[in-house]
């Protein structure tokens, strides 16, 4: 019923409910009350999604460019320090798994290599999908060598960046769709669907990693509003409106407390708050992309088309 109800203004449900006889069972200033509370909300909520789509039209030739160098930050951040940290990853590989130089070498080159020509290949838009299987690989590559599959949190995090993968991948598919715009589409692209829903359900889990159990209340008012947000996006209700607003609150917790630039290069904690930082963009470019091509089939904002 509230599907419907959103879709109408007060005054009608009112006139409504007076053409029904309702006002007469006793409860017509309840009823007045609550939906003149329901259509200001819808009001409200109309005008938001307005200044959403606005923006998203002054910036959807920026937009897909903007999400995909975001999406790729990390692996490229991660790439150029293979590069000024070869030694010591090397070092670090071999200790760990006592592989040997040469194995380690190999890994730290395979590392460097593979993540700057993903990143360059989603960037020029060159063989998208080929690109998407070496980040996909250095992902699980770097899951197994780092010992992340015991580290529930940073395991999340990987889990996200695969969603971002995932969302270049369907981004892709849009695009080899679009070459051939005059043929008549005789379906709906379930691949990329299914795509896209993945992709948004794997976002929550970088989301989650994100949450502080502090006992004040910002803190928990913050949890709550983000929690709520996060889940809109996994089901595909008010997409691109809650996306949008994730985007800016996420790019400002990052920049708060992620400020690696502030700690001095000697100290180990300036390379962990490096690599949230850009794991953090990471999910920010995939939730850009999830504005740019929409929630995708498999959601709440598609089917209330047909209600």
């Known amino acids: ?85 070869w030694g010591e990853q090397r070092d670090y590989i071999d200790q760990t798994w006592g592989c040997g130089t040469v194995i380690s070498t190999l890994f730290v080159l395979l590392n460097l290599v593979g993540q700057l020509a993903g990143c360059v290949m989603v960037l020029s838009r060159q063989k998208v999908p080929v690109a998407c299987g070496l980040l996909f ?78 006992m004040t209340f910002v803190q928990m008012a913050q949890n709550l509003i983000g929690s709520a947000l996060i889940i809109l996006v996994a089901i595909g209700f008010k997409t691109k409106l809650c996306a949008l607003v994730l985007v800016a609150w996420l790019t400002i917790i990052n920049f708060y407390y992620n400020a690696w630039w502030n700690i001095p290069s000697y100290r180990p904690m300036r390379d962990f708050l490096k690599y949230d930082f850009f794991q953090t963009f990471s999910v920010i470019g995939g939730l850009l992309l999830v504005v740019a091509l929409g929630p995708g089939g498999v959601s709440m904002d598609e089917h209330k088309k047909d209600w």
């Open 137 to 214: 690989g250095i992902i699980a590559l770097q899951t197994i060598a780092y010992s992340i599959l015991w580290d529930i949190k940073f395991l999340m995090r990987n889990l996200a960046l695969i969603g971002g993968i995932i969302l270049l991948l369907a981004e892709s598919r849009t695009e080899g769709k679009s070459l051939f715009a005059g043929v008549p589409d005789m379906g709906t692209n379930k691949p990329k669907t299914y795509m896209q829903l993945s992709g948004r359900l794997l976002l929550v889990l970088m989301f989650m990693t994100l949450l502080r159990f502090e």
């Open 1 to 85: 019923m509230c599907f419907v109800c959103k879709d109408l203004s007060g005054d009608f449900l009112l006139q409504s409910i007076d053409q029904s006889g309702l006002r007469d069972t006793g409860k017509p200033e309840f009823l007045s009350v609550l939906l003149k509370e329901m259509a200001s909300k819808n009001e409200l909520l109309g005008k938001a999604e307005d200044i959403a789509d606005q923006v998203l039209r002054r910036s959807k030739n920026v937009l897909p460019h903007v999400a995909r160098l975001c999406l790729i930050s990390t692996f490229l951040e991660d790439g150029i320090r293979m590069w000024f940290q």
